[in-house]
C-alpha cells in the first residue's frame, strides 16, 4: 500500500529482458536501506526487490504489468517515480494508492497556470470499465506515474491535473510532455462503490 508522495527519482540502470518478463535495475539514494521481497512503488506499479547490488537494485515486471503500464517503454538512463510502502503509522499525506496500475493515458495538453502547469491526460473510453469504477470525478484522486493527483475537470476519457513546481521538479513529471504516455490508477473507493452498485441492481 502507497500514498501516491514520491520519495524520489530513481534512475534505470539496465534493462533484461526474458521471455515476457524484464528486468530492471535502478539506483536511488535508499538502495542501501532496502532488503529482498520488499514492494516499491515505480511509476505507481507495485514491485518486488529480487536482487541488490552495491548502490543498484533489481526488480521484475511480468508481461500483464508491462501491458497496463508504460514500463516497457522505459531506456537506461530514464528516471522513475519511486516510493516505499506506506508505514501504518503515520500521516496519509496522499490517498490509498495500490500500485496496481490500472492502464496508460497520454498527455495530450499543457498550459500554464502562473507558475503551475495544468496537465490534462486522456484514456481510452470503455463504458463497461467505467461501470466497474475505472473513471475519475472532479475532486477527486487520481494516481499519474505514481503521483497522488486531486481530479479537474473530468470528462468520459479526459481529466486535467494541477503541479506545482516542487512537485514537477522532484518527479518525471519534469519530462512529461504532450504525447507522453503515462501510468494511472483510479481511486479504489470508487472501484468498490461501483461494485456495490452492480450487487443492488
Known sequence: MFSGIVEEMATVRAIK??????????????????????????????????????????VTAMKETLDRSNLGQLKVGDKVNVERSMLMNGRLDGHIVQGHVDETAECVGMRDADGSTYFTFRYPLDKAMAR??????????????????????????????AIIPYTREHTNFCDIKVGSVVNIEFDILGKYIARLRHFEE
Open 17 to 58: 529482458r526474458e521471455g515476457g518478463n524484464i528486468d530492471l535495475t535502478l539506483s536511488c539514494s535508499f538502495t542501501q536501506q532496502l532488503k529482498i521481497d520488499q514492494s516499491i512503488s515505480h511509476n505507481g506499479v507495485c514491485l518486488t526487490v529480487v536482487n541488490i547490488d552495491g548502490d543498484c537494485y533489481t
Open 132 to 161: 466497474r469504477g475505472y473513471f475519475t470525478v472532479d475532486k477527486g484522486s487520481v494516481t499519474v506515474n505514481g503521483v497522488s493527483l486531486t481530479v479537474i475537470a473530468p470528462t468520459d476519457n479526459e481529466f486535467t491535473v
